[in-house]
């Protein structure tokens, strides 16, 4: 069984930065990609950033250029560097570890860190 915990979340005026930290823990053959997805209310969970474990990088579009996802393999930890915050980036935001890209749903999910931008 794995289990994730997030930290980083929190309030932040907009332009503000905030980082994301997910720690993994317990029982796992080996993670392929750790990524970032958000929700906002009344919204799907949608990607933010994924990284596999070679280091390649995947960014949803309204982040690009902003945000900056990154991991140490030691620590089985991803981070998640937001710079020039935008009210729309509140939402919920959830570590996933995974095996296989685009397929988040055959990974584990992390309990959720709120994320909230004020204007």
């Known amino acids: 069984q794995v289990q994730l915990v997030e930290s980083g979340g929190g309030l932040v005026q907009a332009g503000g930065s905030l980082r994301l930290s997910c720690a993994a823990s317990?029982?796992?053959?080996?993670?392929?990609?750790m990524g970032w997805y958000r929700q906002a209310p009344g919204k799907q969970r949608e990607l933010v950033a994924t990284?596999?474990?070679?280091?390649?990088?995947n960014y949803a579009d309204p982040v690009k250029g902003r945000f900056t996802i990154s991991r140490d393999s030691g620590k089985n930890t991803v981070y998640l560097q937001m710079n020039s915050l935008k009210p729309e980036d509140t939402a919920v935001y959830y570590c996933?570890?995974?095996?296989?890209?685009?397929?988040?749903?055959?990974?584990?999910w992390g309990q959720g860190t709120q994320v909230t931008v004020s204007s």
């Open positions: 990284i596999a474990s070679g280091g390649s990088t």
């Open positions: 996933n570890i995974g095996p296989l890209p685009g397929r988040p749903d055959l990974g584990s």
């Open positions: 317990g029982s796992f053959f080996s993670i392929n990609v």
